[in-house]
Nanobody, 123 residues
Framework: QVQLVESGGGLAQAGGFLRLSCAAS????????MGWFRQAPGKEREFVAA????????YYADSMKGRFTISRDNAKNTVYLQMNSLKPEDTAVYYC????????????????WGQGTQVTVSS
């Protein structure tokens, strides 16, 4: 059983940045594909970014390309999401997720989830 704990959310101004972290425990971190998703009030959970086991391949939603960067440190059992050029529409609860066999953009295929961290971007 894998436990995931996100941190780093908060309030930022438009154009600003935040760095989210997700610390994993209870499993073999390097065996999991890791993803970040977000959910705004009244909206569906949305794919943000994902990274393969080694960190060599990354995937992004089109609206995040060039602004967000996902990375992982398998020695620290942690995945990161660097968010730059933030926009008010990035306001949401951000979740990290882990999966063994996933369709990276489909939240339903991930096995484990964190509790989420709130990101609020003011205009």
């Amino acid at each position: 059983q894998v436990q995931l704990v996100e941190s780093g959310g908060g309030l930022a101004q438009a154009g600003g940045f935040l760095r989210l972290s997700c610390a994993a425990s209870g499993g073999t971190f390097s065996s999991y594909i890791m993803g970040w998703f977000r959910q705004a009030p009244g909206k569906e959970r949305e794919f943000v970014a994902a990274i393969n086991r080694s960190g060599g391949n990354t995937y992004y939603a089109d609206s995040m390309k060039g602004r967000f960067t996902i990375s992982r440190d398998n020695a620290k059992n942690t995945v990161y999401l660097q968010m730059n050029s933030l926009k008010p529409e990035d306001t949401a609860v951000y979740y990290c997720a882990a999966g063994s066999t996933v369709a990276v953009r489909s939240w339903r295929t991930y096995d484990y989830w964190g509790q989420g961290t709130q990101v609020t971007v003011s205009s």
